[in-house]
Protein backbone atom coordinates (compact mmCIF):
# COMPACT_ATOMS: atom_id res chain seq x y z
CA UNK A 1 0.00 0.00 0.00
CA UNK A 2 1.49 3.78 -0.38
CA UNK A 3 2.21 5.53 2.20
CA UNK A 4 1.63 9.26 2.36
CA UNK A 5 3.94 11.09 4.91
CA UNK A 6 2.63 14.96 5.84
CA UNK A 7 5.05 17.30 7.34
CA UNK A 8 5.38 19.34 9.77
CA UNK A 9 2.13 17.62 11.96
CA UNK A 10 1.34 21.07 13.54
CA UNK A 11 1.64 24.63 11.49
CA UNK A 12 1.51 27.76 13.75
CA UNK A 13 1.17 30.62 11.37
CA UNK A 14 0.79 34.45 11.38
CA UNK A 15 -2.11 35.84 9.75
CA UNK A 16 -0.94 37.54 6.51
CA UNK A 17 2.09 35.06 6.49
CA UNK A 18 2.83 32.07 4.26
CA UNK A 19 2.41 28.62 5.09
CA UNK A 20 4.12 25.90 3.38
CA UNK A 21 3.40 21.76 3.94
CA UNK A 22 4.85 18.78 2.63
CA UNK A 23 3.55 15.76 1.39
CA UNK A 24 5.92 12.21 0.60
CA UNK A 25 4.12 9.45 -0.86
CA UNK A 26 6.38 5.92 -1.09
CA UNK A 27 5.24 5.20 -4.56
CA UNK A 28 5.76 7.67 -7.38
CA UNK A 29 1.67 8.67 -7.95
CA UNK A 30 2.04 9.48 -12.34
CA UNK A 31 -0.52 6.49 -13.46
CA UNK A 32 -0.66 4.68 -16.23
CA UNK A 33 -2.47 7.73 -17.67
CA UNK A 34 0.09 10.28 -17.04
CA UNK A 35 -1.38 11.92 -15.32
CA UNK A 36 0.00 12.71 -10.88
CA UNK A 37 -3.36 11.97 -8.87
CA UNK A 38 -1.98 13.88 -5.82
CA UNK A 39 -5.10 16.01 -4.35
CA UNK A 40 -4.88 17.99 -1.06
CA UNK A 41 -8.28 18.59 1.06
CA UNK A 42 -9.13 20.97 3.66
CA UNK A 43 -10.75 19.82 6.93
CA UNK A 44 -12.51 23.03 9.06
CA UNK A 45 -13.39 21.95 12.53
CA UNK A 46 -16.27 20.21 12.67
CA UNK A 47 -16.63 20.02 9.09
CA UNK A 48 -16.47 17.42 6.08
CA UNK A 49 -13.26 17.45 4.00
CA UNK A 50 -13.27 19.79 0.84
CA UNK A 51 -11.14 19.17 -2.50
CA UNK A 52 -8.63 22.07 -2.82
CA UNK A 53 -6.04 20.88 -5.20
CA UNK A 54 -6.63 18.52 -7.52
CA UNK A 55 -3.47 16.45 -9.25
CA UNK A 56 -0.64 18.36 -7.72
CA UNK A 57 -1.53 22.25 -8.95
CA UNK A 58 -5.47 22.60 -9.93
CA UNK A 59 -7.60 24.44 -7.74
CA UNK A 60 -10.86 23.12 -7.34
CA UNK A 61 -13.88 25.56 -8.21
CA UNK A 62 -14.31 28.48 -5.64
CA UNK A 63 -10.67 27.83 -3.76
CA UNK A 64 -8.91 31.52 -3.20
CA UNK A 65 -5.88 31.69 -5.43
CA UNK A 66 -3.90 32.02 -2.37
CA UNK A 67 -3.41 28.12 -2.07
CA UNK A 68 -1.36 26.66 -4.37
CA UNK A 69 0.22 23.19 -5.07
CA UNK A 70 3.29 21.63 -6.79
CA UNK A 71 5.64 18.60 -6.95
CA UNK A 72 6.11 15.74 -8.84
CA UNK A 73 6.94 11.81 -9.07
CA UNK A 74 6.76 11.38 -4.90
CA UNK A 75 7.58 14.80 -2.97
CA UNK A 76 4.74 17.37 -2.95
CA UNK A 77 4.00 20.71 -1.45
CA UNK A 78 0.90 22.76 -0.81
CA UNK A 79 1.42 26.37 0.02
CA UNK A 80 -0.89 29.19 1.41
CA UNK A 81 0.50 32.60 0.31
CA UNK A 82 -0.83 35.11 3.10
CA UNK A 83 -2.43 33.07 5.98
CA UNK A 84 -6.13 33.99 6.97
CA UNK A 85 -8.38 32.97 9.78
CA UNK A 86 -10.74 31.05 7.78
CA UNK A 87 -7.64 28.45 6.65
CA UNK A 88 -7.43 27.27 10.20
CA UNK A 89 -7.90 23.33 10.28
CA UNK A 90 -6.10 20.06 9.06
CA UNK A 91 -4.72 20.09 5.73
CA UNK A 92 -4.49 16.05 4.30
CA UNK A 93 -3.04 14.96 0.97
CA UNK A 94 -4.58 12.23 -0.86
CA UNK A 95 -2.83 9.99 -3.18
CA UNK A 96 -5.98 8.54 -5.98
CA UNK A 97 -2.72 6.47 -8.24
CA UNK A 98 -3.09 3.32 -6.52
CA UNK A 99 -5.64 1.40 -4.38
CA UNK A 100 -6.42 1.63 -1.70
CA UNK A 101 -6.45 5.52 -2.09
CA UNK A 102 -5.01 6.76 0.93
CA UNK A 103 -4.06 9.95 2.79
CA UNK A 104 -1.34 11.59 4.45
CA UNK A 105 -1.78 11.91 8.21
CA UNK A 106 -3.08 15.44 8.25
CA UNK A 107 -1.46 19.09 9.37
CA UNK A 108 -3.06 21.25 11.79
CA UNK A 109 -2.92 25.28 10.85
CA UNK A 110 -3.47 27.37 13.33
CA UNK A 111 -2.94 31.30 14.10
CA UNK A 112 -0.02 32.20 16.56
CA UNK B 1 -25.70 21.48 -7.04
CA UNK B 2 -23.87 18.19 -6.07
CA UNK B 3 -25.51 16.90 -2.81
CA UNK B 4 -24.63 14.03 -0.58
CA UNK B 5 -26.47 12.79 2.67
CA UNK B 6 -25.45 10.08 4.76
CA UNK B 7 -27.87 9.07 7.36
CA UNK B 8 -28.12 5.26 9.63
CA UNK B 9 -25.61 6.20 12.16
CA UNK B 10 -25.44 5.08 15.63
CA UNK B 11 -25.25 3.08 18.65
CA UNK B 12 -24.04 -0.27 18.06
CA UNK B 13 -22.91 -2.83 20.63
CA UNK B 14 -19.65 -4.93 19.78
CA UNK B 15 -20.76 -7.83 17.28
CA UNK B 16 -24.05 -5.63 15.89
CA UNK B 17 -24.69 -4.68 12.42
CA UNK B 18 -25.68 -1.32 11.07
CA UNK B 19 -26.71 -0.09 7.41
CA UNK B 20 -25.70 3.36 6.46
CA UNK B 21 -27.02 5.40 3.49
CA UNK B 22 -26.19 8.05 1.17
CA UNK B 23 -28.78 10.51 -0.83
CA UNK B 24 -27.53 11.98 -4.10
CA UNK B 25 -28.79 14.84 -6.23
CA UNK B 26 -27.64 17.24 -8.24
CA UNK B 27 -25.61 15.54 -10.62
CA UNK B 28 -25.92 11.62 -12.70
CA UNK B 29 -25.35 9.50 -10.28
CA UNK B 30 -24.87 6.53 -12.27
CA UNK B 31 -22.34 7.66 -13.86
CA UNK B 32 -20.08 7.85 -11.43
CA UNK B 33 -17.87 5.75 -8.87
CA UNK B 34 -18.60 6.24 -5.47
CA UNK B 35 -16.92 5.56 -1.78
CA UNK B 36 -17.33 5.18 1.96
CA UNK B 37 -14.28 7.13 3.68
CA UNK B 38 -14.47 7.40 7.36
CA UNK B 39 -12.59 9.20 10.36
CA UNK B 40 -11.76 7.95 14.05
CA UNK B 41 -12.43 10.64 16.47
CA UNK B 42 -9.69 12.94 16.51
CA UNK B 43 -7.72 11.06 13.65
CA UNK B 44 -7.35 11.10 10.22
CA UNK B 45 -8.91 9.90 7.21
CA UNK B 46 -9.36 6.13 5.89
CA UNK B 47 -10.84 4.68 2.84
CA UNK B 48 -13.59 2.08 3.19
CA UNK B 49 -14.65 0.75 0.17
CA UNK B 50 -15.48 2.12 -3.57
CA UNK B 51 -18.39 0.72 -6.31
CA UNK B 52 -17.98 1.43 -9.66
CA UNK B 53 -21.15 3.02 -11.92
CA UNK B 54 -22.84 -0.02 -12.33
CA UNK B 55 -22.18 -2.08 -8.92
CA UNK B 56 -20.18 -5.10 -11.08
CA UNK B 57 -16.81 -3.92 -9.05
CA UNK B 58 -16.15 -3.14 -5.29
CA UNK B 59 -13.01 -2.82 -3.43
CA UNK B 60 -12.55 -2.86 0.15
CA UNK B 61 -9.66 -1.88 2.53
CA UNK B 62 -8.48 -5.33 4.46
CA UNK B 63 -9.94 -4.31 7.58
CA UNK B 64 -13.49 -4.31 6.72
CA UNK B 65 -13.16 -7.09 4.07
CA UNK B 66 -15.59 -9.72 5.00
CA UNK B 67 -17.83 -7.48 7.51
CA UNK B 68 -18.84 -4.36 5.22
CA UNK B 69 -20.69 -4.96 1.86
CA UNK B 70 -20.65 -1.31 -0.60
CA UNK B 71 -23.72 -1.30 -2.64
CA UNK B 72 -26.32 1.22 -4.97
CA UNK B 73 -29.31 1.85 -6.25
CA UNK B 74 -29.47 3.85 -9.40
CA UNK B 75 -33.16 4.11 -9.85
CA UNK B 76 -32.82 5.56 -6.20
CA UNK B 77 -29.56 7.40 -6.21
CA UNK B 78 -28.62 6.31 -3.19
CA UNK B 79 -25.32 4.36 -1.99
CA UNK B 80 -25.26 1.92 1.34
CA UNK B 81 -23.15 0.99 3.76
CA UNK B 82 -23.67 -2.40 4.97
CA UNK B 83 -21.46 -3.32 8.36
CA UNK B 84 -21.43 -6.39 10.75
CA UNK B 85 -19.79 -7.54 12.98
CA UNK B 86 -18.89 -4.63 14.35
CA UNK B 87 -15.64 -3.48 16.43
CA UNK B 88 -14.91 -0.71 18.87
CA UNK B 89 -12.28 -0.09 16.10
CA UNK B 90 -14.75 0.57 13.64
CA UNK B 91 -16.36 3.50 15.33
CA UNK B 92 -16.18 6.34 13.02
CA UNK B 93 -17.43 9.08 11.14
CA UNK B 94 -18.05 7.97 7.66
CA UNK B 95 -18.44 9.93 4.81
CA UNK B 96 -19.92 9.16 1.51
CA UNK B 97 -17.71 10.51 -1.20
CA UNK B 98 -18.40 10.99 -4.98
CA UNK B 99 -15.25 9.70 -7.36
CA UNK B 100 -13.61 10.93 -10.21
CA UNK B 101 -10.30 9.22 -11.44
CA UNK B 102 -7.83 9.07 -8.94
CA UNK B 103 -9.71 11.90 -6.43
CA UNK B 104 -12.99 12.74 -4.44
CA UNK B 105 -14.37 15.97 -5.78
CA UNK B 106 -17.51 15.93 -3.49
CA UNK B 107 -18.35 14.76 0.52
CA UNK B 108 -21.35 14.00 2.58
CA UNK B 109 -21.41 15.54 5.42
CA UNK B 110 -21.25 12.54 7.43
CA UNK B 111 -22.79 10.16 10.21
CA UNK B 112 -21.88 9.16 13.16
CA UNK B 113 -21.24 4.90 13.79
CA UNK B 114 -20.16 4.31 17.76
CA UNK B 115 -20.15 0.73 18.24
CA UNK B 116 -19.88 0.38 22.47
CA UNK B 117 -21.29 -1.88 24.97
Known sequence: DVVMTQSPLSLPVTLGQPASISCRSSHSL??????????????????????????????????????????????????????????????????????????????????? | EVQLVESGGGL??????????????????SSYWMSWVRQ???????????????????????????RFTISRDNAKNSLYLQMNSLRAEDTAVYYCARLITGDADYW???TLVTVSS
Open chain 1, 30 to 112: VYSDGNTYLNWFQQRPGQSPRRLIYKVSNRASGVPDRFSGSGSGTDFTLKISRVEAEDVGVYYCMQGAHWPLSFGGGTQVEIK
Open chain 2, 12 to 29: VQPGGSLRLSCAASGFTF
Open chain 2, 108 to 110: GQG
Open chain 2, 40 to 66: APGKGLEWVANIKQDGSATYYVDSVKG
